[in-house]
């Protein structure tokens, strides 16, 4: 009898998982997302394209420029001493003047700036969050009180999956920060004949 009194609340609780799944309503999220000043939360990106005579020269001073400005290589590749390609990561703040700064290393032949705008997708990952752990602690304290081994096996089984879906977000939210934090910004530079 104590089981069955039980069981309906099992399926309930199943059934709100599915509906929390789905829900949009903002909770305050663990930590905070990068902003742009008007509060949208936007991935700045850049591409240059240069004429050179020395590409290995470019490649030290783009390295220069870079861990100047707290960034890093993130790839490089050269070919027949004539195409130098390089990926960079700069702070948002500096994608400008780290622009402007590589322009000065040869002819400008291309340039140009990309901006996505992320907030919706920010929001929504920041609010299945909030979500799923309220949905994990209400099942914790679930568990806490089952008694039927059937019903704790069921609870720890959603609790996995739970947390393997949070783990999922808190991953792509920080993927997400680390994009709108970091700029990324394409280098072309093809050798310039004398």
């Known amino acids: 009898m104590k089981t069955f009194a039980r069981r309906p609340e099992v399926i309930a609780l199943l059934f709100l998982i599915t509906i929390l799944g789905c829900a949009k309503k903002s909770l305050s999220p663990s930590e905070p997302s990068p902003r742009a000043g008007d509060g949208r939360t936007v991935i700045r990106s850049g591409s240059l394209e240069l004429r050179a005579r020395e590409l290995t020269v470019v490649k030290s001073e783009v390295e220069r420029i870079v861990q100047e400005n707290q960034g890093w290589l993130e790839s490089w590749s050269l070919t027949d001493n004539r195409f130098l390609n390089m990926t960079v990561r700069v702070p948002e703040p500096a994608l400008d003047d780290v622009m402007n700064a590589l322009s000065s290393l040869g002819k400008v032949v291309s340039r140009s700036l990309r901006s996505v705008d992320v907030t919706e997708e920010m929001i929504d990952l920041e609010s299945r969050l909030g979500n799923l752990k309220a949905l994990r602690d209400r099942l914790r304290a679930y568990l806490e009180r089952a008694s039927d081994l059937k019903e704790i096996l069921e609870v720890e ?31 072309s530079v093809k050798k310039r004949r004398l």
Do not use: C, D, H, N
Request: proline share 0%; glycine share 4%.
């Open 157 to 187: 089984r959603e609790l996995v999956r739970v947390q393997t879906e949070i783990e999922s977000i808190e991953g792509k939210l920080k993927a997400l920060r680390s994009r709108v934090a970091m700029s990324e910004l394409k280098l």
